[in-house]
């Protein structure tokens, strides 16, 4: 049952605890006495708020532990009547059809491609935007089957209503006939997630979409606005200009807040030379609808943010990328008295993801100051519920997290960016090793010789300790992945230079980075 070889074995309250040094351990922490005195004579020991990445990893996690667990999910539907399955934002209408309209765009360039490494084919190609989202919404229909029976399996019961407490350990669950019942629960997990954000100007709900709507759109959205300049407008924007649409990029201020900003420069400069349309320092001040259909015709008014100037233009389609809300508002938080940041949401909790209201935890997107990624959420979602119920004590480490902006040109990442990384360590503490490279699978067909760019951001005086890692290239996250475990386990320059890379790869860039910002050498590649 446990895999522990040794005696004793120790049980409290049915939570295997461990031998004699872990249950010491867990009297030390306090974790003990909390097993002693697990309350019962609720309906569940745990009820989790949210059947999205975050959710689902700890309700799953606390069942395989032995506890009773329910898992309340509700997708309010969005103002065109957007609706979908279990699983949450990831699966339904984020990183998955997000990933996979990519791979899309990106096999329409390996077309293009083809024919310089000798594939000849004379018949006009065209892409059929139904074809693909039919096939992407058969794959996430599958995922969300798939999600339903591994609850059902570990025995956690599925309710598809929404959640909202009315006591400080009893919620009502409201389904879609507008049914109540009440379930009381020991412990609670907020994982609500964000949905995106509308502009609060006339025409926003009635004629914009947002990401919940695009990746099952029953048509082809036509010539497409993106308003924002997040990863999900630049993602958005990217691929369907890679599926041939005409498409403009509304930015308020600067690309991809948050984000390094010169590699978030190059990833837009990229999009810009590959027929995307950007259009500085202008917000929307009104959509009208000029001709019904599907898509129809909207007019765009749009203002300076610099000056008195006004534009207007036609477009089918108006996709809203700026910025996400937590839901948090509307599911009785105020009455239990869990504190929130009041400006955003975002609900306040601890280093073992607990809310101010003890028997109250939160993960995922919905928590203050924490990344806002499906991975991020699963790994704290398994390891809260560890901590509650199996008697362990490891958190959630929110430090050197990869990612990766799945822009037409992929843009990786790991650690710091260099306005943050100078903000800490200041620039005389820094060295910065970068250059410009040329994927030799761009070579034969002719692409963009100097635009791949990677960066290595290293602390001088922490033993060049690699604390910022930058890849602008083809499959940036499958090599990002790799070297952000290399950080985990607290990556030198020197070992990166003294790793053999694999040869011809982009990864192996990193093995060879000579160049420092700072002796200002030139980077750009003049041959193989």
């Given at each position: 049952?446990?895999?522990?070889?040794?005696?004793?074995?120790?049980?409290?309250?049915?939570?295997?605890?461990?031998?004699?040094?872990?249950?010491?351990?867990?009297?030390?922490?306090?974790?003990?006495?909390?097993?002693?005195?697990?309350?019962?004579?609720?309906?569940?020991?745990?009820?989790?708020?949210?059947?999205?990445?975050?959710?689902?990893?700890c309700s799953q996690e606390a069942a395989i532990l032995g506890k009773k667990v329910m898992v309340l999910d509700f997708v309010v539907p969005t103002?065109?009547?957007?609706?979908?399955?279990?699983?949450?934002?990831?699966?339904?209408?984020?990183?998955?059809?997000?990933?996979?309209?990519?791979?899309?765009?990106?096999?329409?360039?390996?077309?293009?491609?083809?024919?310089?490494?000798?594939?000849?084919?004379?018949?006009?190609?065209?892409?059929?935007?139904?074809?693909?989202?039919?096939?992407?919404?058969?794959?996430?229909?599958?995922?969300?089957?798939?999600?339903?029976?591994?609850?059902?399996?570990?025995?956690?019961?599925?309710?598809?209503?929404?959640?909202?407490?009315?006591?400080?350990?009893?919620?009502?669950?409201?389904?879609?006939?507008?049914?109540?019942?009440?379930?009381?629960?020991?412990?609670?997990?907020?994982?609500?997630?964000?949905?995106?954000?509308?502009?609060?100007?006339?025409?926003?709900?009635?004629?914009?979409?947002?990401?919940?709507?695009?990746?099952?759109?029953?048509?082809?959205?036509?010539?497409?606005?993106?308003?924002?300049?997040?990863?999900?407008?630049?993602?958005?924007?990217?691929?369907?200009?890679?599926?041939?649409?005409?498409?403009?990029?509304?930015?308020?201020?600067?690309?991809?807040?948050?984000?390094?900003?010169?590699?978030?420069e190059k990833v837009g400069s990229y999009m810009e030379q590959h027929g995307v349309k950007f259009l500085r320092r202008f917000i929307p001040v009104?959509?009208?609808?000029?001709?019904?259909?599907?898509?129809?015709?909207?007019?765009?008014?749009?203002?300076?943010?610099?000056?008195?100037?006004?534009?207007?233009?036609?477009?089918?389609?108006?996709?809203?990328?700026?910025?996400?809300?937590?839901?948090?508002?509307?599911?009785?938080?105020?009455?239990?008295?869990?504190?929130?940041?009041?400006?955003?949401?975002?609900?306040?909790?601890?280093?073992?993801?607990?809310?101010?209201?003890?028997?109250?935890?939160?993960?995922?997107?919905?928590?203050?100051?924490?990344?806002?990624?499906?991975?991020?959420?699963?790994?704290?979602?398994?390891?809260?519920?560890?901590?509650?119920?199996?008697?362990?004590?490891?958190?959630?480490?929110?430090?050197?997290?990869?990612?990766?902006?799945?822009?037409?040109?992929?843009?990786?990442?790991?650690?710091?960016?260099?306005?943050?990384?100078?903000?800490?360590?200041?620039?005389?503490?820094?060295?910065?090793?970068?250059?410009?490279?040329?994927?030799?699978?761009?070579?034969?067909?002719?692409?963009?010789?100097?635009?791949?760019?990677?960066?290595?951001?290293?602390?001088?005086?922490?033993?060049?300790?690699?604390?910022?890692?930058?890849?602008?290239?083809?499959?940036?996250?499958?090599?990002?992945?790799?070297?952000?475990?290399?950080?985990?386990?607290?990556?030198?320059?020197?070992?990166?230079?003294?790793?053999?890379?694999?040869?011809?790869?982009?990864?192996?860039?990193?093995?060879?980075?000579?160049?420092?910002?700072?002796?200002?050498?030139?980077?750009?590649?003049?041959?193989?």
């Open positions: 049952m446990t895999n522990q070889q040794t005696v004793p074995s120790v049980f409290v309250n049915k939570v295997h605890v461990g031998g004699y040094d872990r249950t010491f351990q867990a009297h030390q922490s306090g974790l003990l006495k909390k097993l002693l005195q697990e309350e019962t004579g609720y309906d569940y020991d745990l009820i989790v708020l949210g059947g999205g990445s975050g959710g689902l990893a103002p065109h009547g957007t609706s979908w399955g279990l699983g949450g934002t990831c699966v339904n209408v984020g990183c998955i059809p997000k990933k996979l309209m990519h791979q899309a765009a990106l096999l329409g360039q390996a077309l293009i491609d083809s024919r310089k490494y000798g594939w000849e084919y004379s018949k006009q190609v065209k892409h059929n935007w139904e074809t693909m989202t039919e096939a992407i919404q058969n794959h996430i229909s599958s995922l969300n089957w798939s999600y339903r029976l591994s609850l059902r399996e570990k025995s956690v019961t599925y309710v598809n209503a929404y959640g909202e407490f009315v006591e400080s350990h009893k919620i009502k669950a409201i389904n879609r006939k507008r049914q109540e019942t009440f379930y009381t629960a020991a412990k609670f997990v907020i994982a609500t997630g964000e949905r995106p954000r509308y502009l609060g100007i006339p025409g926003d709900k009635e004629y914009c979409i947002t990401s919940d709507d695009l990746f099952s759109l029953p048509y082809c959205p036509g010539k497409t606005l993106v308003v924002g300049a997040s990863y999900v407008a630049l993602e958005c924007a990217g691929f369907l200009a890679g599926l041939g649409l005409d498409v403009t990029v509304m930015v308020r201020s600067i690309l991809l807040r948050g984000f390094d900003q010169e590699m978030a009104s959509i009208h609808q000029v001709e019904k259909g599907s898509p129809g015709k909207l007019k765009v008014v749009a203002k300076s943010t610099e000056g008195p100037d006004m534009i207007e233009e036609i477009y089918n389609t108006v996709l809203l990328a700026i910025g996400r809300d937590s839901c948090t508002r509307k599911i009785g938080l105020e009455k239990i008295g869990v504190k929130m940041n009041e400006k955003n949401g975002k609900i306040l909790v601890n280093d073992v993801e607990q809310t101010s209201v003890a028997h109250v935890y939160a993960v995922g997107d919905v928590l203050e100051g924490k990344l806002e990624l499906t991975p991020v959420a699963i790994q704290a979602g398994k390891l809260l519920a560890r901590r509650l119920f199996g008697g362990h004590l490891e958190k959630c480490d929110y430090i050197n997290v990869p990612t990766t902006v799945f822009t037409p040109l992929e843009y990786g990442c790991c650690g710091l960016s260099e306005e943050k990384a100078i903000e800490m360590y200041k620039k005389e503490n820094l060295e910065v090793y970068h250059t410009l490279f040329w994927p030799l699978e761009w070579t034969v067909a002719g692409r963009d010789n100097n635009t791949c760019y990677v960066k290595v951001i290293c602390n001088k005086f922490d033993n060049d300790r690699v604390i910022g890692f930058h890849l602008l290239g083809p499959n940036a996250g499958e090599i990002t992945q790799g070297f952000a475990a290399a950080m985990k386990c607290g990556l030198t320059k020197q070992q990166l230079d003294s790793t053999i890379g694999i040869h011809p790869t982009c990864g192996e860039i990193f093995t060879t980075l000579e160049i420092t910002k700072a002796s200002g050498l030139e980077i750009t590649q003049k041959g193989c």
